[in-house]
């Protein structure tokens, strides 16, 4: 099995992408205006991709900060669910999976 330190490496790595790019959007988001009629109807349908793309990120970065809690507390790579360990095939794809494949499923 992967050491638990390598995999705590790769979800804070993840989770500092995510954080810088989440920072990025907001920032995107911020700016005024065009305006010009038409070149506001484009921003707002580019502001809507990135609203959606903000909250699925925002989603990974809950999932990457209980996966890092699971660390902490001795409990990672045990499923949430039936308690079973998570194959290391499975982390090896979804380092902050909760759930064994059986359960996922």
Do not use: F, N, W
């Not at 810088?20 to 911020?30: G, N, R, T, Y």
């Not at 010009?36 to 959606?52: F, M, N, S, W």
């Amino acid at each position: 099995m992967k050491k638990i330190a390598e995999r705590e490496k790769q979800l804070k790595a993840r989770l500092e992408e995510l954080m810088a790019h989440l920072k990025k959007i907001d920032s995107e988001l911020d700016e005024p205006a065009d305006k010009d009629v038409e070149e506001r109807a484009v921003e707002r349908e580019g502001d809507e991709v990135l609203e959606v793309m903000g909250q699925v990120e925002l989603q990974e970065v809950r999932v990457i900060e209980a996966a890092l809690k699971r660390i902490e507390d001795g409990e990672y790579g045990i499923c949430v669910d039936c308690g079973d360990t998570i194959s290391e095939e499975r982390l090896d794809v979804l380092p902050a999976t909760p759930k064994c494949q059986k359960c996922a499923s």
